[in-house]
C-alpha cells in the first residue's frame, strides 16, 4: 500500500482538519476578550499540523500490513481466499469481512446446486442414450430377420419400436425445457374429452395390440392450462399404465367436478405398485421394482409429469394397490384457487 494511495483515500479527513484548524485560528485570532498573537496562532497550528501528520503516519503503519496481506490473497492463486483474509483492524473492516464470507458462502451453495443440475443432467443423458440403444437395437434385429416375417408384421414392429424412440425423444425435449418453462407456455380453455380421445388416437395400436379395454366417462368439462404441456403430462401418465397392465387389462379414464377444483382420473387394472415405492414415483430417474424388471423404463415420465404439471398451477396424486389397481389423479384447481396455490 502505497502513501500517496492511502492519503488520496483520506484526502477528506485532510481537508476537514485544515478547515477546522482554520476556523479554530480565525476564532481566536478576531476574539477581542483574549488577545493571542499571531505568533502563538502559527506555534498551534504548527503542533496541531505535527501531530496531525504523526497520526496519519501510524495509521499508515497500522493499516500497510494489512492492505498487503488483503493484496497478497487477491493476487495469489489461492482458491480459499476467505480463509486468507488478514485479521480485521477495525469494526468497518470486521463488517466488510462480513459481507464477504456471507457473499462466498452463497456463491458456494450456487455452485454446488449448479454442480449437482450438471450431474443429475449427465446421469439422465447416460440413462437416456442407454435406453434409446434397445429399440434402436430391436429395429436393427426386426429388419435382419425381416426375410422371415410378412412385410405387414414387420412394419407393425418396426412402427413400435420408433414409438419407443419418440418417447423417448419427447422426454429429453421437455426436460431440457423445464428451466426455460416460462418462455415457452400459453394458457388457453382445453376441452379434456378431446385432448383424451386423441391420447387414445394415438396410443390405439398398444391398445389394440395388448387387447386393453377403456371406459371414459364424465370428461366433458374444459380447464385453462397450457395445450402442450398438457398433453404431454397426461400422455406419460397413460404411457405408463399401457406399460404395466397386462394383456385384456382395463383403463378407466373419468372427471370429477367439485366446488373447489376439477379432476381427471386414470385408472388401470395392472400390476400396481409397491408400497415402498408410492413416494418415490416421481423422484427423478427413480424407477421402483417395476421398473427394474421392465427395461424400457427410464423414471423420467412422471417425474416430468409432477414437474411440468406443478409449474402449470395443477397437482398431480397417486394410489395404487400391488396386483390390484393404480390411480393416478390430475387436479386442476379452479381459477380462484390458483392464487392460493401460488402463494
Known amino acids: ?43 498551534m497550528n504548527v503542533v496541531g499540523f505535527i501531530m496531525f ?23 495469489s492463486q489461492n482458491h480459499n481466499i476467505i480463509n486468507s483474509l488478514p485479521r480485521p483492524l477495525n469494526n468497518e473492516q470486521s463488517l466488510y469481512e462480513e459481507l464477504l464470507v456471507k457473499i462466498n458462502t452463497e456463491f458456494n451453495l450456487e455452485i454446488d446446486k449448479l454442480h449437482e443440475v450438471k450431474k443429475e443432467n449427465i446421469d439422465f443423458m447416460n440413462s437416456w442414450v442407454h435406453e434409446i440403444k434397445t429399440p434402436i437395437s430391436v429395429c436393427r434385429l426386426v429388419i435382419e430377420n425381416s426375410t422371415y416375417k410378412s412385410k405387414e408384421e414387420t412394419l407393425s414392429s418396426l412402427e413400435n419400436e420408433i414409438d419407443y424412440i419418440e418417447n423417448y425423444v419427447e422426454q429429453a425435449l421437455y426436460y431440457s425445457r423445464l428451466d426455460s418453462f416460462s418462455k415457452d407456455y400459453l394458457i388457453n380453455e382445453i376441452n379434456i374429452n378431446k385432448l383424451i380421445i386423441n391420447l387414445v388416437k394415438k396410443h390405439a395400436k398398444e391398445f389394440i395390440g395388448k387387447k386393453i379395454k377403456i371406459e371414459m366417462k364424465n370428461l366433458e368439462f374444459t380447464i385453462d392450462s397450457d395445450k402442450k404441456w398438457l ?29 373447489s377444483e376439477k379432476q381427471l382420473i386414470i385408472e388401470d387394472n395392472g400390476i400396481g405398485i409397491k408400497a415402498e415405492d408410492i413416494n418415490r414415483v416421481f423422484d427423478k430417474g427413480f424407477t421402483g421394482y417395476n421398473g427394474r424388471e421392465n427395461f424400457k423404463a427410464t423414471g423420467m415420465g412422471l417425474y416430468l409429469s409432477k414437474s411440468l404439471a406443478t409449474k402449470l398451477g395443477h397437482q398431480i396424486t397417486i394410489e395404487s394397490k400391488p396386483s390390484e389397481f393404480t390411480r393416478v389423479t390430475v387436479h386442476f384447481p379452479k381459477l380462484l384457487d390458483y392464487y392460493s396455490i401460488a402463494n
Open 1 to 43: 500500500m502505497k502513501f500517496r494511495g492511502f492519503l488520496r483515500d483520506r484526502l477528506f479527513l485532510i481537508l476537514f482538519y485544515f478547515l477546522l484548524l482554520l476556523f479554530i485560528s480565525s476564532l481566536v485570532y478576531f476574539n477581542n476578550e483574549v488577545k493571542i498573537n499571531i505568533q502563538n496562532i502559527v506555534y
Open 53 to 75: 501528520v504523526i497520526y496519519l503516519i501510524f495509521e499508515y503503519l497500522k493499516n500497510k500490513k494489512y492492505y498487503e496481506d488483503l493484496k497478497y490473497g487477491i493476487e
Open 231 to 259: 398433453f404431454f403430462i397426461i400422455d406419460q401418465i397413460l404411457s405408463n399404465s399401457l406399460k404395466y397392465t397386462e394383456n385384456n387389462g382395463l383403463i378407466k379414464i373419468s372427471g370429477i367436478l367439485m366446488n
